[in-house]
């Protein structure tokens, strides 16, 4: 279980640091635990919304988020991902679509970084297209879909790269509540209980984590580092799964 707390205090600590929750690996990491495929998203999504809540609040006060677009793509995503949770996967499928989510995720960390021009109006068209099926899959399997779309902004030049990372954060929190709150009613009180009893120091190691992360991209490393960074922890995780 050591091991277990160490490396989800790891995961948040990058992830937030790049203004992601890190759903994605914590459900690969506690895979390779053994835990139950069942309980993975409800812990998952609980990290993720401990970690990126901060995020959502530190670029509002700054003043750096879209808001009306940001809403746009969240009030989309949000119903598939409840969707999403509710629906049925077994075993197999989870950890198949877990992994190469991951190792997606991985290669996206990599991709170049859109100068902060502002992008053309005709790209949102393809971006809103792409918020329903990010939506499903963050419910699916308990991520927040926000490690996949802050890419598609950056590569279409939507807007400045703090305000993707803004809505990036935002749609993490919106699909993460929506996606617990289906998987809660799918999984039922027990699987809720056993989530809890094991989830617990995790969601302590993600919150202090989450914190430093923040700390560090704020004040002390450059943002290419850390995004090499959690490539490489994201891809190396993502292939070992599906190994």
Same mark, same amino acid.
């Given at each position: 279980?050591?091991?277990?707390?160490?490396?989800?205090?790891?995961?948040?600590?990058?992830?937030?640091?790049?203004?992601?929750?890190?759903?994605?690996?914590?459900?690969?990491?506690?895979?390779?635990?053994?835990?139950?495929?069942?309980?993975?998203?409800?812990?998952?999504?609980?990290?993720?919304?401990?970690?990126?809540?901060?995020?959502?609040?530190?670029?509002?006060?700054?003043?750096?988020?879209?808001?009306?677009?940001?809403?746009?793509?969240?009030?989309? /995503? +949000? %119903?598939?991902?409840?969707?999403? #949770? !509710?629906?049925? $996967?077994?075993? =197999?499928? @989870? &950890?198949?679509? *877990?992994?190469?989510?991951?190792?997606?995720?991985?290669?996206?960390?990599?991709?170049?970084?859109?100068?902060?021009?502002?992008?053309?109006?005709?790209?949102?068209?393809?971006?809103?297209?792409? /918020? +329903? %099926?990010?939506?499903?899959?963050? #419910? !699916?399997?308990? $991520?927040?879909? =926000?490690? @996949? &779309?802050?890419? *598609?902004?950056?590569?279409?030049?939507?807007?400045?790269?703090?305000?993707?990372?803004?809505?990036?954060?935002?749609?993490?929190?919106?699909?993460?509540?929506?996606?617990?709150?289906?998987?809660?009613?799918?999984?039922?009180?027990?699987?809720?209980?056993?989530?809890?009893?094991?989830?617990?120091?995790?969601?302590?190691?993600?919150?202090?984590?989450?914190?430093?992360?923040?700390?560090?991209?704020?004040?002390?490393?450059?943002?290419?580092?850390?995004?090499?960074?959690?490539?490489?922890?994201?891809?190396?995780?993502?292939?070992?799964?599906?190994?």
């Amino acid at each position: 279980m050591l091991w277990l707390i160490a490396a989800f205090f790891v995961t948040a600590l990058l992830y937030a640091s790049v203004g992601f929750g890190g759903g994605s690996t914590y459900n690969a990491l506690l895979a390779l635990a053994g835990v139950d495929y069942r309980v993975l998203p409800l812990i998952a999504l609980s990290c993720n919304i401990v970690v990126v809540a901060g995020s959502t609040i530190r670029f509002a006060r700054a003043g750096v988020t879209p808001w009306r677009a940001a809403f746009s793509l969240t009030a989309i /995503a +949000a %119903p598939a991902a409840f969707v999403g #949770g !509710l629906t049925p $996967i077994g075993e =197999g499928a @989870f &950890l198949t679509i *877990l992994g190469a989510s991951l190792v997606l995720t991985a290669i996206t960390m990599f991709l170049p970084v859109a100068k902060d021009d502002g992008g053309p109006a005709g790209s949102s068209r393809m971006i809103v297209l792409a /918020a +329903a %099926p990010l939506g499903y899959l963050a #419910g !699916l399997v308990g $991520i927040g879909g =926000g490690i @996949f &779309l802050a890419p *598609l902004l950056h590569l279409s030049r939507w807007n400045e790269a703090r305000a993707i990372a803004a809505t990036a954060s935002l749609f993490i929190l919106v699909n993460s509540l929506f996606g617990l709150a289906g998987q809660l009613l799918k999984g039922g009180e027990g699987r809720f209980l056993a989530a809890v009893d094991f989830g617990l120091p995790l969601i302590l190691a993600v919150a202090v984590g989450g914190q430093i992360g923040s700390l560090l991209a704020l004040k002390f490393l450059p943002q290419r580092w850390i995004m090499v960074g959690t490539g490489i922890l994201t891809g190396w995780v993502g292939l070992r799964l599906l190994l």
